[in-house]
């Protein structure tokens, strides 16, 4: 069975750093890209970022380019998605998804569970 | 602002068929493919509808997908209690050269 697990829910202040992450099973995790989406509180979902995990390859939506970054470990099968410095405005659910390719024909399936952000002095 | 717009509530009683739309534009829905997931607060969204009416293995036929221009919609039908969640539009958008959602209906089953 493919699936995508997240890691636990995390409090931070503002300022400090932070690295989530999903781990892929059931599946060539290095042929597949995994996506990032976003859902503030009360709010949609928004892509933020996708990695090719076979050469890294990373494509950032400009509303996240250089606030996130985004990388991959093939050989533990998992993504990451990290902070160097969070705002309040971070607080959010974050979810993982998997696609085969990317482009307008991709889709995503399945996703992980999503990561609960809370930033907060 | 999502760029796709959904309408926010949408209900309907069990047994009844209920339709979520999803309205774009040229660059996005008007030229791309649309999917639908189902999500649950808390939970991992789940692709119910890809390339605007495929369904995913295990998702049952009450659930329909159709586009036309740059506008798409959700069908349900036979509503059931365990239909009642957030759902969500999402395409490429050609100007972005990304992915992009829609605001997410939350459906009630009465």
């Known amino acids: 069975e493919v699936q995508l697990v997240q890691s636990g829910p995390e409090v931070k202040k503002p300022g400090e750093s932070l690295k989530i992450s999903c781990r892929a099973s059931?599946?060539?995790?290095?042929?597949?890209?995994i996506a990032w989406v976003r859902q503030m509180p009360g709010k949609g979902l928004e892509w933020m970022g996708v990695?090719?995990?076979?050469?890294?390859?990373?494509r950032y939506s400009p509303s996240f380019q250089g606030q996130v970054t985004i990388s991959a470990d093939k050989s533990n099968t998992t993504a990451y998605l990290q902070w160097s410095s969070l705002k309040a405005s971070d607080s959010a659910t974050y979810y993982c998804?998997?696609?085969?390719?990317?482009?307008?024909?991709?889709?995503?399936?399945?996703w992980g569970q999503g990561t609960l952000v809370t930033v907060s002095s | 602002q999502s760029v796709l717009t959904q309408p926010p509530p949408a209900s309907g009683a069990p047994g009844q068929r209920v339709t979520i739309s999803c309205s774009g534009s040229?660059?996005?829905?008007?030229?791309?493919?649309v999917h639908w997931y189902k999500h649950l607060p808390g939970t991992a969204p789940k692709l119910l509808i890809y390339?605007?009416?495929q369904r995913p293995s295990g998702v049952p036929d009450r659930f329909s997908g159709s586009k036309s221009g740059s506008a798409a919609s959700l069908a349900i039908s036979g509503l059931r209690s365990e239909d009642e969640a957030d759902y969500y539009c999402?395409?490429?958008?050609?100007?972005?050269?990304?992915?992009?959602f829609g605001g997410g209906t939350k459906l009630t089953v009465l």
């Open positions: 059931g599946y060539s995790f290095g042929n597949y890209w």
């Open positions: 998804g998997t696609t085969a390719g990317w482009g307008p024909m991709a889709w995503l399936d399945p």
């Open positions: 999402a395409t490429w958008d050609d100007s972005l050269s990304g992915w992009v």
């Open positions: 040229s660059s996005n829905i008007g030229s791309n493919y």
């Open positions: 390339r605007n009416n």
């Open positions: 990695i090719y995990v076979g050469d890294s390859d990373t």
